[in-house]
């Protein structure tokens, strides 16, 4: 539908002119693999903690290309932990963890505060909203948030069939492009070097690889999240799943009226195949889910194609939601993807004695996550002890995924069951044990 990886990016007119590639060896004291969030949070907190440093930041494509142009825009303060994770750090460490992500949630609003980031921040919080009696079940014991009753909730948004929602106050919204936009400006602002049209061709210990170059440098920090299986022995680190989006027009004011919304919270449902929305500041909604989840050998797209059949489900997902929007126009639909590590924990990792650090498998939670990483990598590199550094993600380990087809054909299975249970809870009006069995798998 545009020229750009997202309808983020064409709202800004397209993709920016991307800045110079690595053309010679060159030394820093710190490079960074990835124009992402993370990379870029990453790169931002070491030059503010240390004007000293040099920071160079490598780019296969131009900043905020992957996902962090793609995104919902929800900077929200959880982080995914998987059971092993939590059951091995202890109640108490995850309690940490999940205070500081929702911390962060402010942190990144004060920043793009202090900085002059003009991404369309909003701190409004977000609604999971239930439209199935077990949908309601399930959100009764959800941990997260302040349970709404159909009065509460339906005083906030009019979706079709409420039954009730919860509500957290630690998310925000974002445009993601204009976020990776400016925390790229930012941190050139603040000395750090970025080279784009550069892809890594291997990671080493104390060197990036890339055509035209190799930068030494004492640390290295891989930020390639749902990318990172395009590097040489990482094919099986973290699974590039993908995620879909669609924006409609800018609605009117009367659509307003009917819809409510007025609060401006991110919105997701609890469907066992979910999906999640935002009303944008110049009043449209983007509404995302999984369409085709995941390509064969750990594929990724490169500019954000998406099939037809998963436009047509975002909008049929859309209509249920407010049906009075069945025919509303859409001006945009993109596809991106983000990483999940086996055990669906997101971790950081810096190793001294080799300078390789990474952080990722956000598991889809990354616009806040990142910056949580970004600082935690900060304190590592530096040889801080700090409340972020004793976080149970950091030297968090999951095993590799499975070799194909059994990936695939596990991801295949899982998403196809979680389908198949919200089809047979809508119908039946009673709870799946087929989505408890696909989420064991």
């Known amino acids: 539908m545009f ?74 303060g ?108 930012t941190i050139e602002r603040h000395g750090a070097t970025i080279y784009e049209r550069t892809p890594a061709l291997a990671i080493e210990s104390h060197r990036v690889r890339t055509p035209h170059g190799s930068v030494q440098a004492r640390w290295i920090v891989r930020a390639t999240e749902g990318y990172t299986g395009a590097l040489p022995g990482l094919h099986r680190a973290l699974l590039p799943l993908s995620s879909s989006m669609i924006v409609t027009e800018p609605l009117d004011a009367a659509t307003w009226a009917q819809i409510g919304w007025e609060c401006r919270e991110t919105i997701d449902d609890a469907a066992h195949h979910y999906c999640y929305a935002q009303r944008t500041a110049d009043d449209r909604i983007a509404i995302g889910g999984r369409g085709r989840p995941y390509r064969f050998g750990s594929g990724t797209d490169r500019a954000g ?48 004695h080799s300078g390789l650090c990474w952080a990722g498998g956000y598991a889809g939670e990354g616009v806040a996550a990142s910056n949580l990483a970004g600082r935690t990598l900060r304190d590592l590199i530096l040889d801080r002890d700090t409340d972020l550094t004793r976080l149970p993600w950091v030297g968090h380990q999951a095993r590799s995924w499975e070799p194909e087809p059994l990936r695939w054909l596990a991801v295949q299975a899982v998403y196809g069951a979680f389908r198949t249970a919200d089809a047979l809870e809508t119908r039946t009006g009673r709870p799946s044990r087929l989505a408890d069995a696909a989420g064991a798998l």
């Open 305 to 352: 194609e998406i099939p037809d059949a998963t436009v047509q489900q975002l909008r049929g997902r859309l209509a249920r939601l407010f049906p009075i929007l069945r025919d509303v126009r859409l001006d945009g639909a993109w596809t991106g993807v983000f990483g999940v590590a086996r055990d669906w924990a997101a971790a950081v990792h810096c190793d001294r």
């Open 78 to 185: 959880e982080i995914s932990t998987g059971s092993r994770q939590r059951e091995g750090a202890g109640p108490g460490a995850i309690a940490a963890l999940e205070h500081a992500a929702q911390e962060t949630v402010d942190e990144v609003g004060a920043t793009c505060e202090r900085e002059g980031i003009d991404c369309d921040f909003f701190k409004g919080g977000s609604l999971t909203v239930a439209q199935t009696e077990p949908q309601l079940a399930r959100l009764r014991v959800a941990l997260r948030g302040e349970m709404l009753s159909l009065d509460e909730a339906t005083a906030r948004i009019n979706v079709a069939g409420l039954r009730g929602a919860r509500f957290t106050p630690h998310c925000a919204r974002v445009q993601p492009a204009k976020l990776a936009r400016g925390l790229a400006a």
């Open 3 to 76: 020229d750009a990886p997202s309808w983020w990016w064409a709202d800004l007119g397209g993709l920016p002119a991307p800045r110079p590639s690595l053309e010679a060896d060159r030394e820093a004291d710190v490079c960074v693999v990835g124009a992402g969030y993370t990379g870029l949070w990453t790169a931002y907190e070491l030059r503010r903690a240390d004007p000293s440093l040099e920071v160079v930041v490598l780019e296969r494509e131009v900043a905020g290309f992957g996902a962090s142009g793609r995104n919902g825009g929800w900077v929200l």
